[in-house]
């Protein structure tokens, strides 16, 4: 395996996570509907939150990845939700499927030999896919461990 090949395999072995940790479907599989808006005594976040921050902080990275017309959500607000509880079970499960379907397009981006990983993305300001999939890894990563915690907080891990 050349080193391009085995650098692909690695970054997408870190984007869909579970090596070290537990990955994302792990932390949310089964995530019990009235715990999903609960917030434990001295935590700032519940699981909608932390759900909702990943989904809109790795949608923003793919679409800047992708896109030069992407205009990012404004900082802080726009990258947590309004509120701390889903509206309904449909709203948890509409994240959740938009998760997944960002990260399975970061991967093919990463995956596909056309994408030169190492090039500078032309509109942004040095940034490169390599850069942009290890952010999305380190990001998902950090507040999966903070999805867990909270699962565990509340006693459903």
């Avoid at 976040?45 to 030069?68: M, N």
């Avoid at 017309?69 to 509880?85: D, F, Q, R, T």
Wanted: a neutral charge; hydrophobic letters at 40%.
């Amino acid at each position: 395996m050349d080193n391009d090949a085995a650098l692909r395999e690695h970054l997408l072995s870190l984007l869909k996570g579970g090596n070290a940790h537990a990955g994302f479907e792990k932390a949310v599989k089964d995530f019990p509907a009235e715990l999903r808006g609960k917030r434990p005594r001295g935590a700032e976040h519940s699981a909608w939150d932390v759900l909702e921050h990943l989904r809109i902080a790795q949608w923003d990275i793919l679409e800047f990845s992708r896109s030069p017309a992407h205009k990012s959500p404004e900082w802080p607000g726009g990258y947590w939700p309004k509120a701390h509880a889903p509206a309904d079970e449909k709203a948890w499960d509409k994240s959740v499927r938009a998760f997944r379907r960002d990260l399975k397009a970061m991967c093919d981006l990463v995956a596909n030999e056309g994408t030169d990983l190492f090039a500078r993305i032309p509109h942004g300001e040095g940034q490169t896919i390599l850069r942009e999939a290890l952010l999305v890894a380190d990001h998902n990563a950090y507040h999966l461990g903070e999805m867990i915690l909270l699962r565990r907080l509340l006693g459903a891990w």
